[in-house]
């Protein structure tokens, strides 16, 4: 491991133990986060929905994703610190409480799929990236395993969205778009675009537990 990435871990543990206790304050409930949700099945409960902002992207799979994560999401939306117009609406009309009734709900709802514990080795460049940004310091041997809940699930993820995701990491000077996150920022500001779609294009190849559950048409 190299110097960079030995730090990144010291950090990765810091904020994860800060993230995590105030993810975990309040108690959700899966079954009312179930009742909550009208305002999410718009866009994340409709297969292949694509929005156009910042660009045209398919909307990412939140079914199986972890609750701590989506907390921690929410709350940066809420928070201004990622900078998505209809997100940040959406959040900022939730109590704490739905928040973590909404996360505990979305994390009950994945495929079920057993993984494999590592993910299978991508193209030479693919693997180079992987390595040279720590990613699996996060995410986990398999993309699906975070070091702490308060980070994503990304194998599976739409390999069209994980590219904007990853690019707004490299944004922090416009109003509209971006999301300050000082590690992921420092991350995915080594890479250029045509790495970050290597990578994005690489995880989202992976075996999921994340789905988009289609809400079935109401009579």
């Known amino acids: 491991m190299n110097k960079f990435q030995l730090t990144l871990s010291s950090l990765l543990v ?31 409960g409709i297969k292949g929905y694509h929005i156009g902002f910042p660009e045209v992207h398919q909307v990412p799979k939140i ?3 972890g609750a701590g994560y989506i ?20 959040a900022g009309s939730l109590s704490d409480q739905d928040i973590a009734d909404l996360a505990a709900f979305y994390e009950s709802t994945g495929n079920g799929a057993t993984l494999p514990a590592a993910a299978a080795p ?5 693997d180079a990236l992987v390595a040279q940004g720590g990613c699996t310091s996060c995410h986990g041997p398999n993309f699906s395993k975070p070091l702490d809940p308060a980070y994503p699930k990304i194998a599976g993820q739409h390999a069209d969205y994980l590219y904007v995701a990853l690019r707004s990491y490299k ?21 250029s675009n045509a790495d ?5 294009d690489y995880v989202g190849s992976l075996p999921s537990e994340l789905q988009t559950v289609q809400r ?3 009579k």
Do not use: W
């Open 63 to 65: 079914d199986g994703q």
């Open 196 to 200: 970050l779609k290597v990578l994005a």
């Open 122 to 126: 991508g193209t030479a460049q693919a």
């Open 14 to 44: 810091a904020c994860a133990t800060t993230v995590t206790a105030y993810a975990q304050d309040i108690q959700g409930n899966a079954a009312a986060g179930g009742k909550k949700n009208a305002l999410c099945i718009g866009c994340h």
């Open 71 to 90: 907390r921690a999401a929410l709350h940066a939306y809420k928070a201004g610190e990622r900078k998505h117009p209809s997100m940040r609406t959406m």
């Open 171 to 191: 944004t922090n000077d416009r109003p509209l778009i971006g999301r300050g996150h000082p590690i992921m920022g420092g991350i995915a500001k080594q890479f």
């Open 216 to 218: 079935a048409r109401l």
